[in-house]
């Protein structure tokens, strides 16, 4: 079963297995073939959902029985209509029939209702109701559901024949909607800190994309694309690149990884322009920054750290203690303001950055979720 999946703009996670259908259905098939001895039931489909259902039931009915399809729906996307829309009618008489009704799902029962209701007009000597899945707390109505695979929730579920928007029907399990809330973290942590290690945790975890700016900046320089050359033109002066700029690239990017469930920010904002020019490009895209964690560690323990780091790597802004001082103040200077602007929207935390990896990764997940 694949971990999650995307349908049109709606995640979903697995929730009953092609395995466990099987075994719900086996039931259901004894049930029926039970009652029905010597009656000659004619199972009635109702289109489209029940397809696949309807297919594995009736493989497992070891009784005579005939086989008839209506055609109905009430559902738009994830909520139902109220309204029951179209049926195609029988092609043959119910009357004096035993009736089984086969649906995919029960919901609020509307569509079933209606069914039962036109049904029995034309007089059968009885109707039950199969379905594979029941929302019992969604129902609304009186009829009696007769056989069940499962009871489930209220949550909107697709595959074996559900859809959402008519994709999905042809998944072999069920799956249910995610809370499709996208988690975009802004990291922050001074030089020393791990931010780099707890990044890629962080990514691995919550299935995250990892934007670091300093990254993107290579790439387009080495692949000499137009935002590339752009930024170079400016770096050649001796200029730092403009925000404009740097939120261009992060846009594409953006725009590149749309189906992403989320991102983390490593290297932007810096400053409060960034911050706000970030906070419009998101809303543009109907997305927003969920939290802000600055990762917390003693200065003193951040130099020992980084020195340690210099003598082993070779790096030369490692190696001096006074350059190391002086990117702590600048980390300093230009966070302050940057927590408190993410604070007043309620979205900052911090984490302490001590302790094993594994400690300070669960913390800063706690952190965001
Ligand atoms: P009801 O009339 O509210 O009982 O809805 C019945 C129909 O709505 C079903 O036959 C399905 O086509 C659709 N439906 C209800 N719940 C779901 C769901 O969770 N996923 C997909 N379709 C659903
Ligand atoms: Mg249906």
Not at 44 to 73: H, M, P, T, W, Y
Not at 226 to 253: C, F, T, W
Not at 272 to 296: C, H, P, R, T
Not at 335 to 353: D, I, M, R
Request: with cysteine; charged share 30%; aromatic share 8%.
């Amino acid at each position: 079963m694949k971990k999650q999946i995307k349908i049109h703009d709606k995640f979903f996670e697995p929730f009953i297995s092609n395995q466990e259908i099987e075994r719900a259905i086996a039931k259901v098939a004894i049930d029926i073939n039970k009652q029905y001895q010597n009656k000659k039931p004619l199972f009635i489909g109702i289109l489209n959902g029940s397809f696949l259902f309807f297919a594995d039931l009736l493989k497992k009915i070891d009784i005579e029985c005939e086989v008839a399809f209506l055609r109905v729906s009430s559902y738009q996307g994830t909520q139902t209509t109220g309204e029951v829309k179209k049926i195609l009618g029988l092609d043959k008489s119910i009357e004096n029939r035993d009736i089984i009704i086969v649906e995919d799902i029960v919901d609020t029962g509307i569509t079933l209702d209606r069914i039962f209701n036109d049904l029995q007009k034309e007089n059968p000597n009885s109707i039950k109701i199969s379905t594979l899945l029941f929302k019992p707390k969604a129902y609304t109505k009186k009829i009696p559901v007769d056989f069940v695979g499962f009871e489930v929730g209220n949550e909107f579920l697709v595959g074996y024949g559900l859809d959402y928007n008519e994709l999905g029907r042809n998944l072999n399990d069920i799956y249910i909607i995610s809370e499709n809330k996208m988690i975009n973290l802004v990291l922050f942590g001074p030089p020393g800190a791990g931010k780099g290690t707890q990044s890629e945790l962080i990514k691995k975890r919550f299935d995250l994309v990892h934007l670091s700016t300093g990254d993107m900046f290579r790439y387009h320089l080495k692949n000499e694309t137009e935002l590339g050359k752009l930024a170079k033109s400016y770096m050649d002066g001796g200029n730092l690149v403009p925000d404009e700029v740097v939120i261009n690239m992060i846009d594409s990017r953006l725009d590149y990884e749309k189906g992403a469930k989320g991102f983390i920010f490593d290297g932007f904002p810096r400053t409060l322009d960034q911050a706000k020019a970030l906070d419009e490009l998101l809303e543009k895209k109907g997305w927003e920054i969920s939290n802000m964690v600055s990762l917390e560690v003693d200065q003193e323990e951040l130099v020992k750290r980084l020195l340690l780091r210099g003598k082993e790597s070779g790096r030369k802004d490692d190696q001096d203690e006074s350059v190391i001082r002086n990117r702590m103040n600048v980390y300093e200077t230009q966070t302050a303001p940057l927590k408190n602007y993410y604070a007043n929207q309620g979205k900052h935390k911090s984490v302490e950055g001590t302790g094993s990896i594994e400690e300070i990764s669960e913390k800063i997940a706690v952190a965001i979720s």
